[in-house]
Structure formats: C-alpha cells, structure tokens
C-alpha cells in the first residue's frame, strides 16, 4: 500500500511546518485611540477615517474595525479618553486650593494657563464640542466633563457660583484663544473676584 505525502514526509525525517503565531500587541487598541487624537487635531472629525489613524498608529487598516464597532465607536473612545485628561487636571487645579483665596487663584491659572494649554487641545476641544452639537450621543461625554469640572469648583464655592464659574472658564479661554488682541490676565482676576464675592 502507497503511503501518503504526509506518512512519506515523516518517513523521511521531515518536519511539519509549525503554524504562525498570532502578533501579541496588548497596547495596539490603547495606539489607535492615541492616534484617532493626533488625526482629529490635524484633520478635525470630517477629515478623520480609519485608513488616516491606522497610518498614523502603524497598523493594519483592519486593526481599527477589529477594536472598534465603527468611527462613532472609535471617535467617542478617542474623545473620551481627551475629556478624561482635561477634567482630571481641572480638578488637580482645584483640589491643590487649601482655601477661597487659593481657590479663586486656581481658577484664574485654568482659564490663563491649563485650558487650551496648546494649540492641540483648543481644536480637540471645539471638534467635539462640534460633534455634541450635531450627535446627542457624544453629549454624554460633555455633560460628564461638565459635571466634574462642576464638582471640582463646589469643594470651593456654593453650587450657584460654581455653575456661573464654569460657565465663565469656558467663555474666558474661548474668547482669549481666539481673540486677535493678546488677553490682560489682570480682567480675568477681577471678573473671578466679582464672581465669587472676594476683592479684586
């Protein structure tokens, strides 16, 4: 009886090839969501697409579908993770004030020095602002920063001053980043002392 191809190659000694091993690369989902946040500052939301982070992140186009259910899914994980740093060092900010002087000195520093701290952070800031505008399910990422930036300021000041203060960070870094006319941080000072009922 004839062997087989596969009886004959053992015979002669042959070895079996050994199957490939699948690419262990645990940070690959952690390296495309980085990237998503390089493509949206340099290309906004409308510019942005799986191919464009894939580059970006040195992987395979199908790396992104695999981690990811789509752009929306992709987008949130990538504007979620950017609202997570911005609010966690608001509250640094906030948390690092022993009293209302301190407190009122700290918002003054987020408005003139941590928010839109860079270029970087101003436009990833307006393109989600942009999409909460248009997509009511990426609000839940905005109405979470909201309420912890919220939070922060009430370990401080009453929960009315706090909302007005918040209100007033965000239209304060707003108008100085994109103002033409370099911004006085001295108005800033003041309008903090007014609002929180302390000198100026």
């Known amino acids: 009886m004839n062997a087989t191809p596969a009886e004959a190659g053992r015979q002669a000694g042959a070895v079996a090839p050994r199957p490939r091993r699948r690419r262990h ?3 690959r989902r952690d390296r495309i969501v980085e990237a998503c946040l390089d ?4 290309h906004g939301v409308a510019g942005t697409s799986h191919r464009r982070v894939a580059a970006a992140a040195d992987v395979p186009l199908g790396s992104t579908t695999y981690h990811f259910a789509g752009m ?4 949130h994980a990538a504007f979620g ?5 911005a609010a966690a060092a608001f509250e ?5 004030a022993r009293d209302t002087a301190e407190a009122r000195d700290a918002v003054v520093r987020l408005i003139t020095q941590d928010v839109f701290a860079t270029q970087r952070d101003l436009v990833l800031t307006h393109e989600l602002y942009t999409l909460a505008a248009r997509e009511p399910a990426f609000r839940t990422l905005t109405n979470a920063w909201m309420r912890r930036s919220r939070r922060a300021l009430e370990r401080h000041f009453d929960p009315a001053t706090a909302r007005v203060l918040d209100a007033y960070i965000e239209g304060a870094t707003i108008h100085r980043a994109l ?3 370099p911004a006085d941080d001295a108005d800033v000072r003041v309008a903090v002392a007014r609002l929180t009922g302390g000198d100026a």
């Open 72 to 75: 929306d899914d992709l987008l």
């Open 179 to 181: 103002d033409t006319v």
């Open 39 to 42: 493509v949206l500052a340099e």
């Open 81 to 85: 993770r950017f609202a997570e740093r």
């Open 25 to 27: 690369d645990p940070e």
């Open 92 to 96: 640094r900010r906030m948390a690092g």
